[in-house]
Nanobody, 121 residues
Framework: QVQLVESGGGLVQAGGSLRLSCTAS????????MGWLRQAPGKEREFVAH????????EYADSVKGRFSISRDNAKNTVWLQMNSLKPEDTAVYYC??????????????WGQGTQVTVSS
């Protein structure tokens, strides 16, 4: 198993930036592909970004392409989500998740507790 803890959320004005972190403990972090997902009030959870085990492959939702960037450091057991040019519609609880087996559609096996991101207009 792997335990995931997110941090870095907060309140920011539109156009601002935040960097979310997710630190993993437990089994080997590099065994997992990682993702960020989010859930806004009254909406379903949606995919934001995904990064492969080595960090070579990255994937983004259309709504965040060009604004958000996912990265990881396996030596630090950490994955980040750099969020720039934030918009009010980015307001949500952001979750870090780990994928054990590559699959389409993606199936994340382990989840963090989430961190709140609020973007004011």
């Amino acid at each position: 198993q792997v335990q995931l803890v997110e941090s870095g959320g907060g309140l920011v004005q539109a156009g601002g930036s935040l960097r979310l972190s997710c630190t993993a403990s437990g089994r080997t972090f590099s065994s997992y592909a990682m993702g960020w997902l989010r859930q806004a009030p009254g909406k379903e959870r949606e995919f934001v970004a995904h990064i492969s085990r080595t960090g070579v492959y990255r994937e983004y939702a259309d709504s965040v392409k060009g604004r958000f960037s996912i990265s990881r450091d396996n030596a630090k057991n950490t994955v980040w989500l750099q969020m720039n040019s934030l918009k009010p519609e980015d307001t949500a609880v952001y979750y870090c998740a780990a994928e054990s087996v590559d699959s389409i559609p993606r199936v994340y096996d382990y989840w963090g507790q989430g961190t709140q991101v609020t973007v004011s207009s």
